[in-house]
């Protein structure tokens, strides 16, 4: 085997290691343009232009199935034409490409910081600047907030996030890396998914038919890697039979089918409660409550929920490195 096939051989196990060292250790650059950015700005172009031109629910679901298909596809063929750019001029070049766009589609680091944003003016007492740095990352009112409610938030938030944000794409990108197309285009094409259901996927006006669609297809996507999240904080956690049995007593309560397991298997783990009544816009809305009360949630809490989030990254990564080498020497021989 020559040197070149043999670094692109290594470009699948080596982009998923790469990527993730990059992601814990800097996250996203700030200043640079972000591929969730320009999705944002594709979405918000076309849901103007179709809400202008789309007046019936119908016509308006059909643009919303429009939408979804156009910027998954136009992501993951965007990103794969990009690397495959940059293997043409060198593999090295390519495995860089491949690396940057799919440690874009993790967002371990960025949960961890904007954590940290809001538990350090909490830290200083200053209730203000914490209410005001929440308000940045949750859709409640914070003004009133007090300081367990923003603990909770804080909660609620890095665990629902951790699998949508962090080992949903781990787990495209880990599929992807088994076939031709390669991780960081599939991670793309779920990270477009993701970012529609945060922006479109309402029930409330405007977006009521223009998103049902891409909720609905981003909650399928999202199914079996939030189930195998749960079973692997689960592992962590020393006790899976118990967080396993919370989680089927309480999650199905909630109206995600994502959310509230991810949610709750972090309590269950933990020994927390997290849900109950929030304000959104001035509307008080109650969510089920998930978990026991065992303890309190405190900063320390939180902290030991982005531990286990990281625990399960690497845990999830070094299974693939572990797999991805003897499934390719198959393919080899």
């Avoid at 950015?37 to 809400?51: E, N, P, S, T």
């Avoid at 940057?100 to 200083?124: I, Y």
């Avoid at 929920?305 to 003897?326: D, Y």
């Amino acid at each position: 085997m020559t040197f070149l096939s043999e670094i692109e051989f290594w470009q699948g196990p080596a982009v998923l290691a790469i990527a993730a060292l990059l992601d814990f250790l800097i996250g996203d650059p700030w200043g640079w343009i972000h591929p969730v950015q320009v999705m944002g700005w594709v979405i918000l172009r076309y849901v103007a232009w179709a809400l202008a031109w789309c007046k019936s629910p119908m016509s308006q679901r059909v643009a919303g199935v429009g939408l979804t298909i156009l910027l998954m596809v136009g992501s993951g063929v965007v990103g794969w034409g990009l690397i495959a750019l940059g293997r043409s001029l060198h593999p090295v070049l390519g495995l860089l490409v491949a690396v940057g766009m799919l440690a874009s589609c993790f967002a371990g680091r960025s949960l961890r910081r904007a954590a940290t944003e809001v538990l350090t003016p909490l830290a200083n007492g200053d209730l203000a600047a914490t209410r005001q740095a929440l308000g940045q990352y949750v859709g409640r009112d914070t003004e009133n907030l007090s300081e367990p409610e923003i603990l909770r938030a804080v909660l609620e938030t890095v665990t629902e996030n951790a699998t949508d944000g962090v080992m949903a794409p781990l787990f495209w990108a880990i599929a992807g890396s088994f076939t031709p197309i390669g991780a960081a285009p599939v991670a793309l094409a779920y990270k477009a998914a993701s970012t529609l259901d945060s922006m479109v996927g309402y029930k409330e006006a405007p977006y009521t038919y223009i998103g049902w669609f891409s909720a609905r297809f981003e909650d399928g996507l999202t199914w079996l890697p939030c189930r195998l999240t749960v079973l692997t904080i689960g592992l962590l956690s020393g006790r899976p039979l118990k967080v396993w049995r919370v989680c089927r007593r309480d999650a199905p309560q909630d109206p995600s089918p994502n959310a509230g397991w991810s949610e709750c298997a972090y309590a269950a783990a933990l020994g927390v409660q997290v849900g109950g009544t929030n304000v959104y816009r001035g509307v008080v809305k109650h969510k089920p409550l998930l978990g026991d009360a065992e303890r309190v949630i405190t900063p320390m809490v939180i902290q030991e929920a982005m531990g286990l989030t990281r625990w399960a990254f690497l845990m999830w990564v070094a299974i693939a490195l572990l797999l991805l080498p003897m499934i390719g020497q198959d393919l080899r021989s």
